[in-house]
């Protein structure tokens, strides 16, 4: 959360010249409701779910970037989809993370004490991340330009 998926992944779109989407844009102009509407009126496990959809919608009808939500990760369906697919990790360490999301209320997961929450997140995500990603791309202390950058030379892509 906060690592800069979506403005790396709209900034890696412009540069390969293709197609950006961000499955948390697709799920809140489905619903009609924000991210943390979701969270706290129909809770996780269904915001888990419409994410999963989400995902298979776009792998299907999206040829592109696609920025995923940083808990995408927890449900095996979408384990499952991104199998086959490059999966960049950007990764940070918390003293960015908190930088990064400050305390806004738009990430309801890191609403109360984010530094403890964001390292309690990733115990249990970092393997999972881990074993999904094609790549991993350290972004602390690089502009999102510099991230970007380091992204196609992971994934050995020219730009268009
Ligand atoms: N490399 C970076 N350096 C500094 N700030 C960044 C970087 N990448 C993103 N940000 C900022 O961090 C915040 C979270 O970025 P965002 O792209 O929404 O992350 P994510 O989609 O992973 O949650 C935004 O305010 C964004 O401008
Ligand atoms: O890590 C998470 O569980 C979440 C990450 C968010 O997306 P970003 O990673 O783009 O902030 C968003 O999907 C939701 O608040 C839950
Ligand atoms: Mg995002």
């Known amino acids: 959360m906060g690592v800069g998926k979506s403005t790396v992944g709209g900034l890696l779109a412009q540069r390969l010249g293709v197609a950006y989407r961000d499955t948390d844009e697709d799920i809140v102009a489905a619903e009609g409701r ?3 509407d979701i969270f706290v009126e129909d809770g996780e496990p269904a915001f888990r779910a419409l994410e999963k959809r989400a995902v298979q919608e776009a792998l299907t009808t999206h040829d592109g970037v696609l ?3 940083g808990g995408a990760i ?3 369906g979408t384990r499952a989809l991104l199998a086959g697919q ?3 990790y950007l990764s940070m360490d918390v ?3 908190v930088r990064r999301t400050g305390l806004g209320a738009a990430r309801p997961l ?3 004490n984010p530094r403890k929450q964001w390292r309690e997140l990733m115990e249990a995500r970092r393997h999972l991340y ?3 990603a094609t790549a991993v791309v350290p972004t602390d202390g690089r502009t999102p330009e510099e991230v970007t950058d380091a992204v196609l030379d992971a994934l050995e892509l020219k730009e268009a």
């Open 110 to 112: 890191l609403a109360v």
């Open 95 to 97: 003293e960015e993370a």
């Open 67 to 69: 920025a995923l939500g």
């Open 34 to 36: 924000t991210v943390a």
């Open 74 to 76: 927890l449900d095996a």
């Open 86 to 88: 490059r999966v960049v």
């Open 130 to 132: 881990e074993e999904a």
